[in-house]
Every structure is written in structure tokens, then in C-alpha cells.
């Protein structure tokens, strides 16, 4: 019998119930390994999860040889079962590969992925949407220095920056957006 047989039946459809997100997201391994898969567009071997996380863990003084064994145990046996039995990822077993499903965008709605320079999505539209309006309001108002710009410019600009960056995101995670049309 496998670990899989002992994870609860979870409800399959187009949404996860909330109690099992958490579940899912309730170990730092398993948020690990959805992290690693949202940068290599979807999909990883299990060596290339274990080695990030490892990564991830390791400290300075620390053993990475056995730390690997114990990453790689734990992925094999315990985290990508349960991912897989929430219907989060798909596990090929005879290639080693895990790639996510199209549920695994349910589970983003409460795990905020945080890229390198530290900030969401979600956190940078809104500081752009907030900004965009105070300066939109200001030039309109006509205070201070913002009477002499013309506010065409500016809304051209906030546009511009707002469909650029939008490309930019759907660009970054085309594959995972391609793979869900075909799963």
C-alpha cells in the first residue's frame, strides 16, 4: 500500500477545497517544491526538486549528502504523493518528472509565490494602480509642479507600462498556461 492510499480522497473539479489548500501548503517541502516548479515552467525532474531544495535548506556547516537523501526520501515518499493525490501535480514515475496541473492555480490563490526582488504580482499591480491614480489626480487637480504636464501622456504611459507588464507575466508563465489548455 502507498503513502497515496493513506491521503484522504480530496474532491477532483476545477476548485480545491480550502481545507485541503491548506493542507497542501502546510509544509514548507511541499511549498518548496510548488516554488521550484512555477520557475522551471511547470515541470522538473525530482532530482532538479530535491537539489533546490536542498539548496533551499542547507546551511553553511551543513551535511548536503545526507540532507539530499532525506530531501529526496521525503519528495518520493510523502510531499509529491500527497501534491498528486490533491491533483496538484502529475507525477510521471517511469520518467521522474513532476509537472503541475491546472489545479495548482487554486492553490496560488494562497501561496504567494515571491520572485527574487521580493515582491508579488498581485503587491505590484497595486502599488502601480495606486500610484497611477494619485499622479492621474494630481495632474488633473493641477497641484504644484503637476499643472505643467498634460494628462494624455500620462494615462498613455500608465497603459503602456500596464500592458508591458502584463505581457511580461503571461510571457514568464506561458508554459504553464499552454500545458493547462492540453491536460
Sequence with gaps: MSVVDHVPAISR???????E????????RRRAALQCLRERAGEAHI????DAIVHREAGPESDTKSLKQSVYSSLHQTHIPKLEAADVVAYDEDANVVRLTTNSREVDRYFRLRPAHGISWGEYYQLFAVTSLLVTLLVEMEI???????????????????ALSGGYQ??????????SLFS
Design 144 to 162: 504644484g509642479v503637476f499643472a505643467a504636464i498634460d494628462p494624455l501622456p500620462v494615462l498613455t504611459l500608465a497603459l503602456v507600462v500596464l
Design 170 to 179: 503571461l510571457w514568464t508563465r506561458r508554459w504553464i498556461y499552454v500545458r
Design 13 to 19: 473539479g476545477n476548485r480545491l477545497p480550502e481545507p
Design 21 to 28: 489548500i491548506h493542507d497542501v501548503l502546510r509544509n514548507e
Design 47 to 50: 532530482n532538479e526538486l530535491t
